[in-house]
């Protein structure tokens, strides 16, 4: 099973995603499988941190919605996958929905990092109901 740990700050702008990044790739050097899933919907930038945002072509809210296959969403760099946000909120997001696609990846990690956003609302709420840390 994954250790999943939440990035969190309330306020923008406090190297949230920096610090989810670094940990991600120390981690890695370390042997360990790691998955960095964004959660800052319509203002994640997971995969320009990574240097690769034209290879993220689907997100984990296109797991959720449309029924895209896990292989399709999650892109690779620097070593480590990842799991872009969506670009808008929808109802299908709920923290079920959430946890169910999280549950599905549990076995495959070493760790799992949410990329939270500012605030305590929306993508926050996802990545805590399933956050072990």
């Given amino acids: 099973m994954a250790e999943k740990i939440i990035i969190?700050?309330?306020k923008g702008g406090s190297g949230k995603t920096?610090?989810?990044?670094g940990l991600?790739?120390?981690?890695r050097k370390n042997g360990n499988f790691v998955l960095i899933v964004d959660c800052d919907i319509a203002q994640g930038c997971i995969d320009f941190m990574l240097s690769t945002d034209s290879n993220a072509l689907y997100s984990w809210g296109d797991i959720i919605s449309s029924g895209c296959h896990y292989g399709d969403?999650?892109?690779?760099?620097?070593?480590?996958?990842?799991?872009?946000a969506p670009k808008k909120s929808k109802e299908?997001?709920?923290?079920?929905?959430f946890k169910k696609l999280i549950d599905h990846l549990d076995n495959k990690y070493?760790?799992?990092?949410?990329?939270?956003?500012?605030?305590?609302?929306?993508?926050?709420s996802l990545a805590a109901g399933c956050a072990d840390k």
Avoid: H, K, N, R
């Fill in 8 to 10: 969190a700050s309330g």
């Fill in 18 to 21: 920096s610090l989810c990044t």
């Fill in 92 to 97: 299908a997001y709920t923290c079920e929905e």
């Fill in 24 to 27: 991600a790739m120390s981690l």
């Fill in 110 to 124: 070493s760790y799992i990092l949410f990329d939270s956003p500012a605030g305590i609302t929306g993508g926050f």
């Fill in 73 to 84: 969403a999650i892109s690779s760099g620097g070593g480590v996958d990842y799991l872009t």
